[in-house]
């Protein structure tokens, strides 16, 4: 059974930091590509940041350029996002996706099949 379990969300103050981690399980992490998207409401679904499976190439949203970081470690099926100075206008539901592909010339590549988790909150505010 796949399994994708966000944690790490929660309420922070504007400026401060949170690293959201995404616990995999059921499927060969290692040969998966890994994002993390958000969505607040009213919004669509949008891609923050993406890790090929090997962890050699990363990509992220402009607006998040600077302050996030995605990271994975294939040894104990996690993907992580490290958050920082954030922002009122990333407050969302955030999602974790696993799906096989690859990342050239600035864009993704995907086949396969595709696995979500179920969200982690993340609350900017003062």
């Known amino acids: 059974q796949v399994k994708l379990v966000e944690s790490g969300g929660g309420l922070v103050q504007p400026g401060g930091s949170l690293r959201l981690s995404c616990a995999a399980s059921?499927?060969?992490?290692?040969?998966?590509?890994m994002r993390w998207y958000r969505q607040a409401p009213g919004k669509e679904r949008e891609l923050v940041a993406g890790?090929?499976?090997?962890?050699?190439?990363?990509s992220y949203v402009d607006s998040v350029k600077g302050r996030f970081t995605i990271s994975r470690d294939n040894a104990k099926n996690t993907v992580y996002l490290q958050m920082n100075n954030l922002k009122p206008e990333d407050m969302a539901v955030y999602y974790c996706?696993?799906?096989?592909?690859?990342?050239?010339?600035?864009?993704?590549?995907?086949?396969?099949?595709?696995?979500w988790g179920q969200g982690t909150q993340v609350t900017v505010s003062s």
């Open positions: 996706n696993a799906r096989r592909g690859a990342y050239s010339g600035g864009a993704w590549y995907h086949w396969g099949d595709e696995y």
């Open positions: 890790i090929t499976s090997a962890g050699s190439s990363t």
């Open positions: 059921g499927f060969t992490f290692s040969t998966y590509a």
